[in-house]
């Protein structure tokens, strides 16, 4: 089982340092001063920005090749 544990990133909007605890690749816990465990990879992000999912809404989804 990997886990990745990152500190310190800045959540946006929200504007606050947070901790976030991924497990196999799903959120397992979130918060701020997380404990690391032993099988932890730690990556500080005190100069990142975490970000809840990027949209981009002007996407044009459309058959490739544009044909009218």
Do not use: C, F, K
């Not at 946006?12 to 991924?22: G, N, V």
């Not at 465990?37 to 459309?62: C, E, M, Q």
Request: hydrophobic share 50%; net charge negative; charged share 20%.
């Amino acid at each position: 089982m990997s886990s990745l544990l990152i500190r310190n990133a800045l959540l946006q909007p929200a504007a606050e340092r947070i901790d976030l605890r991924l497990v196999d690749g799903h959120y397992a816990a979130i918060g701020q001063a997380l404990s690391a465990a032993d099988d932890d990879l730690v990556i500080d992000a005190r100069a990142a920005w975490l970000l809840p999912g990027l949209v981009d809404p002007l996407t044009r989804l459309r058959e490739p090749g544009a044909t009218h």
